[in-house]
C-alpha cells in the first residue's frame, strides 16, 4: 500500500520568503500527483496536478516538482503572503484512480 | 461547471437517527470518491465508486454505514443510527480516470 509522508508537519515563515514543502511517497509506480490547499473549516481546493509523464507544472507563484525514482515531490511558494497561510496536502494515484494523502504542512505566513 | 455539490453544508442530530449525506459529483466524472475527515485521524477514504459501481468499501468503519450510487449525477452517505463517535467533516470528491480529485466544501456533522 502506497504510503505519503508529507515534512514538515507545520512551517511558520515571515511574509515575502520562498519556501519549500516536501512530500514523499514509497511506490514509485504513481499515475500522477496532485497538490491541496486547505482552509480552516474549508474544503480542498486543487493547486496543482502532475501527470506520471511530468517533471513538474507551474501556476503563478506556485512550482511543484515530481521526482518518481526517489519518491519524491516538492511544492515552491514563491515571495510568500499571509493569505498563503493553510494546510497543504499531497496525494499520490497509484492505481489509476484511487489517492493516498499525506497528513498535510500546517504553513503559517508572518505579516 | 458547478463543481461538486454537497448537501446539507451543516448537519446536527441527536444520537441515534438516521443522516442522509447527498453528493452531486461533476457532469462527465466517471468515479465518486467519500472521505471523512478529523483531527485525530485526518482524512480517511470510506468509499469509492467507478462508473456508479461500489468498487472498495473497505474504509466504511461498520455496518451503520451504508454508500449508494443510483445513477451518474447522485450518491448518497448514510448513517443509520448515528453515534457521537461519527461527528465529523464528511467530504464528497469526483474525478475522471487520470486526471485528478474535485472536492466538494463538505458536510459538518456533529452527533450530539
Known amino acids: 500500500k502506497q504510503e505519503v509522508t508529507q515534512i514538515p508537519a507545520a512551517l511558520s515563515v515571515p511574509e515575502g520568503e520562498n519556501l519549500v514543502l516536501n512530500c514523499s511517497f514509497t511506490?514509485?509506480?504513481?499515475?500522477?500527483l496532485q497538490w491541496f490547499r486547505q482552509d480552516p473549516g474549508k474544503g480542498l481546493t486543487s493547486l496543482l496536478l502532475?501527470?506520471?509523464?511530468?517533471r513538474e507544472q507551474t501556476s503563478g507563484r506556485l512550482n511543484a516538482s515530481l521526482d518518481k525514482s526517489s519518491g519524491r515531490s516538492t511544492l515552491y511558494i514563491a515571495a510568500s503572503q499571509p493569505g498563503d497561510s493553510a494546510t497543504y496536502l499531497c496525494?499520490?494515484?497509484?492505481?489509476?484512480?484511487?489517492?493516498?494523502f499525506g497528513t498535510g504542512t500546517s504553513l503559517t505566513v508572518i505579516p | 461547471d458547478a463543481g461538486v455539490i454537497q448537501s446539507p453544508r451543516h448537519e446536527v442530530t441527536e444520537m441515534g437517527q438516521e443522516v442522509t449525506l447527498r453528493c452531486k459529483p461533476i457532469?462527465?466524472?466517471?468515479?465518486l470518491f467519500w472521505y471523512r475527515q478529523t483531527m485525530m485521524r485526518g482524512l480517511e477514504l470510506l468509499i469509492y465508486?467507478?462508473?456508479?459501481?461500489?468498487?472498495?468499501d473497505s474504509g466504511m468503519p461498520e455496518d451503520r454505514f451504508s454508500a449508494k450510487m443510483p445513477n451518474a449525477s447522485f450518491s448518497t452517505l448514510k448513517i443509520q443510527p448515528s453515534e457521537p463517535r461519527d461527528s465529523a467533516v464528511y467530504f464528497c470528491?469526483?474525478?475522471?480516470?487520470?486526471?485528478?480529485?474535485?472536492f466538494g466544501s463538505g458536510t459538518r456533522l456533529t452527533v450530539v
Open positions: 470528491a469526483s474525478s475522471s480516470q487520470g486526471w485528478g480529485y474535485t
Open positions: 511506490d514509485s509506480a504513481i499515475y500522477n
Open positions: 502532475i501527470q506520471s509523464s511530468q
Open positions: 496525494a499520490v494515484d497509484s492505481a489509476g484512480n484511487q489517492f493516498y
Open positions: 457532469s462527465g466524472h466517471n468515479s
Open positions: 465508486f467507478n462508473n456508479n459501481v461500489p468498487i472498495d
